[in-house]
Structures are given as C-alpha cells and as structure tokens.
C-alpha cells in the first residue's frame, strides 16, 4: 500500500525564522518551496499550505493581496499560515476576506527564536477554524514542539502574542535597566548574572538576553525595533480599550530611545547599551 503523500508547503519570508522552518519541514519530508520563487503567487500555485514567516501585518497583506499574492493562485481549500505578529483585528480582516474567496486562513504567531525554529520545536500559538487547523495540521506538527489551539477564528492567536511580547518587552526593558545599573554601582556584572539568575529576581529573558550584553555582542538575535512595533501594537490595542499599560508604554520609550540611537537593527539587549550612554556607565565592548 502506498505511503499517503505529504502536503506541498510554500514558505515566504526566508529570514531567520522563516529559514528555519523551511528547514525543519524539509527535514521531516515536505516538498517545501521557498520564496525563492519569482513572486508569493507563484510560491503558493503549488501549494497547499503556504506559511507566511514576515515581519508585519502590512507585509502579510501584500504578500496575500497585493500584485503577485498569494490570493492570485491559492487553491480553493488551501490554507494560509500567517505568523506575523500583528493587531488581533488586522488579523481578523484578512482571515475574513481570503475566507471569503473559499480558502482558510490560520492565525498563527510564534514564538521560540531561529534555532528553535530550525529543530521544529517552535511554540505556536493558533486560532482558526477547525478546517483550517486540519489542513495546515501536517505541517504545524512539523514546526512546533508546542501548539497550543486558542479558538476557533482569526485573531485569538494575535491576542495572545501581544500578552507574550508586552511581558517580553518589559521584561527585557526591565533587566537591561538592571544589569546597566549594576555596571554603574561599579559591581562585577558577571557576577551579579550569576545572582540574580538564582534568585527570585530572575526572568526568562534576563537569563537568556544579559549574556549578551556580558559579551559585548549585540548581533541581532532579536532587533529592537521589533519590540519598538510590537510595544507600540499593544498601545493602539489599549488605547482602542480604554485600558491603561503604564509599564508596557514605559518599557516602549526605552526601545524607541535605542532605536533612534542607532541601534534598532541590533540585538534587543541593546536597552542596556543605551541605559550605558546616557548615564555614562561603561559596559563589556564598549571601545572607551
């Protein structure tokens, strides 16, 4: 009896992250397609499952409606994979006008960073219809060592991404203040790394960001205008609410600060770098 054959799998947006998951759906013996190809609808013409791994709402509606989209040559019954961090009502425009063309779309952020994405062990967080979940199952499972199923219509995913990155970016905001404030207090921040990532003041991303900044390499892992987009989604979402996020609007002033320090396009525990300059404190690499 022959083997059933594995969806066809177009990939657009071959950065890091998006790289890494072609790569992991190669692995597990997809027929994946690259964009690479002349245009996203020539990618999704192939295709049954087309993941889109860019940076924005704005580029996800081009590369879905725009001249040469996906929309162009999507099969009918196809589905469209979007894990761009983006406005939960963004999200849920467009899942509803490619739906209404007779393709699903999947909400589906992610969050795990290239390696992960590389090895297939990405935390996925996805809403959609139940059709749209089981077209694009084959090849979430390929993806992600954690999927979570957060509802069953766009949008719940891109909700629940904006919680993770508003505590990300205060987070990182919060421990590169830390870490700069120990430099200045002249204390051996290796040190205080070592401390503090035994004690009750620890977070996931001072452990895995300070060691940057302990390093002086401040190569892009993840940039901070990133968190400048993503910061500044969640304060159009709560203004939208009438909900106050002080903390969140104050941990966005800090990346908004690097960024027009120069810095936007490197590594996000770059915070630190500018907590340094403006304060006068030195820190590993700097060249004074």
Same mark, same amino acid.
């Given at each position: ?40 609808? #020539? ?77 297939? #062990? ?71 790394? #070592? ?94």
């Amino acid at each position: 009896m022959q083997a059933a054959t594995k969806p066809r799998v177009a990939v657009i947006g071959l950065g890091s992250m998006g790289y890494g998951m072609a790569q992991s759906l190669r692995n597990a013996g997809f027929d994946v397609t690259g964009c690479g190809a002349a245009t996203p609808a #020539e990618a999704a013409a192939r295709a049954d499952i087309v993941v889109s791994v860019v940076v924005n709402a704005a580029q996800t509606e081009t590369i879905l409606f725009g001249d040469g989209g996906v929309a162009e040559t999507l099969a009918p019954g196809a589905v469209f994979v979007s894990s761009a961090t983006m406005d939960p009502d963004v999200a849920r425009r467009l899942a509803q006008k490619l739906e209404a063309t007779g393709r699903h779309y999947l909400d589906a952020p992610i969050s795990g960073g290239a390696q992960r994405a590389a090895q297939g #062990e990405l935390t996925i967080l996805a809403s959609g219809s139940a059709a749209a979940f089981a077209r694009a199952r084959p090849a979430l499972d390929a993806m992600a060592a954690k999927l979570y199923e957060l509802g069953d219509a766009a949008g719940q995913g891109a909700a629940f991404k904006m919680i993770n990155q508003l505590l990300a970016g205060v987070h990182i905001a919060a421990a590169s203040e830390a870490i700069a404030f120990a430099a200045k207090q002249g204390l051996d921040i290796r040190k205080v790394y #070592e401390v503090i990532t035994a004690s009750a003041g620890n977070s996931w991303m001072f452990e895995n960001r300070m060691p940057h900044v302990l390093d002086g390499d401040y190569t892009p892992r993840s940039a901070v205008d990133i968190f400048v987009k993503d910061l500044g989604i969640i304060q159009d979402m709560a203004r939208t609410a009438k909900f106050p996020v002080p903390v969140s609007a104050a941990a966005l002033q800090m990346f908004l600060m690097t960024s027009a320090s120069g810095m936007g396009r490197d590594d996000d525990a770059s915070v630190a770098r500018m907590y340094a300059q403006v304060t006068g404190t030195t820190l590993p690499g700097d060249k004074t």
